[in-house]
């Protein structure tokens, strides 16, 4: 079969959501060689910074996509936006970020708040989508810690189902869903596992993940570039706390994924509340959980214990080895 080159946005018109589909290779390997391309004094990288936002070699989405081919039947779009690899630290041989200190990890949150302020002004784009997966058990080859970033024009399927939701219940109570789920999770305190002057992390109630964190800001804010510099610095702080218990719950550093879930980049979502959304996906030592056929074929996650016991273990953990 030849070779044609596509990089486009494919409708699924039976679940109504994007697909983005690219066979587009980059020639350079962008692979672990004899060096790290992610070190300090490698061919894209240079010297003397702390944190580094580079354009991701292999990026299914392009600021000039390959035009779709007109179909038929079925609906394609541009596949134009942007990915970023954020290298976190020049710091090599960390296991993690929660090794970081609360100030680093602040410079890595101030340098994504202004990259998220750059791509405002982009008129194509429509969503900021931040996140970082770590573990060579989910497919994590480069070790120097890195994180992505997605700049889509498109609303990712998850945040539309959430600002659905929290638009209904909003309509209906004229009350923010997050904020009233903060509420209830600083007065219970039974899946809470840590809290700040500014923020709140939990297992949320409804947990899919064995591991899932949910973090909060207390106030009720939107975006990123809506936070002040104390804020984020404390956001540095609970961020890596709630890392490290994710880290040492186990023998073990634990596989995880970390999203921050915001409203798009216009238009008003004031019924919407920011957060993180962590997914610890060790069940027990060296055990994934899988996404299988009950929750990626049926679409509903199975919870073999139940988020309270899974707090309560990994609050004992933050509180007694993540200290400052
Ligand atoms: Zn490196
Ligand atoms: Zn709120
Ligand atoms: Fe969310």
Redo the contacts with the bound molecule.
């Keep these: 079969m030849e070779h044609k080159k596509v990089q486009e946005l494919r409708w699924d018109p039976v679940l109504g959501e994007w697909v983005m589909v690219s066979n587009i290779r980059d020639l350079r390997p962008w692979q672990p060689q004899s060096f790290c391309p992610f070190c300090p004094g490698a061919p894209e990288t240079g010297v003397g910074w702390d944190v580094l936002i580079l354009k991701n070699r292999f990026p299914m989405l392009s600021e000039e996509p390959i035009l779709p081919e007109k179909h038929e039947f079925y609906s394609t779009a541009p596949s134009y936006g942007k990915c970023y690899v954020v290298i976190e630290t020049p710091k090599h041989d960390i296991d993690d970020i929660s090794d970081l200190s609360t100030a680093e990890i602040y410079r890595v949150l101030e340098s994504i708040k202004k990259k998220q302020e750059e791509e405002m002004v982009d008129p194509k784009v429509v969503y900021f989508l931040f996140f970082r997966n770590k573990g060579k058990e989910i497919g994590v080859s480069l070790t120097h810690p890195h994180s992505q970033i997605y700049v889509t024009p498109f609303i990712p399927s998850k945040i539309l189902r959430e600002l659905i939701n929290s638009n209904k219940y909003y309509s209906k109570k004229r009350r ?1 869903l ?2 009233d789920i ?1 509420n209830v999770e600083r007065n219970g305190k039974e899946r809470t596992v840590a809290i700040t002057d500014h923020w709140i992390a939990f297992l949320p109630f409804y947990a899919h993940w064995p591991f899932e964190v949910h973090i909060y800001p207390l106030t ?1 804010v939107q975006v990123l570039p809506q936070l002040n510099s104390e804020v984020i610095e404390d956001m540095a702080r609970i961020v890596r706390k709630v890392l490290c218990g994710i880290k040492k719950v186990f023998e073990k550093p634990m596989p995880y994924m970390m999203t921050l879930h915001q409203a798009p980049l216009r238009g008003t979502y004031k019924f919407y ?1 920011m957060h993180i959304e962590i997914y610890g996906i060790y069940r027990v030592v060296g055990k994934l959980k899988y996404a299988a056929g009950m929750e990626t074929g049926g679409g509903n996650f199975t919870y073999d214990s139940t988020p309270e016991e899974a707090a309560h273990i990994l609050r004992n953990i933050i509180d007694t080895k993540c200290e400052e």
């Design positions: 923010c997050f904020c903060i009720h509340h």
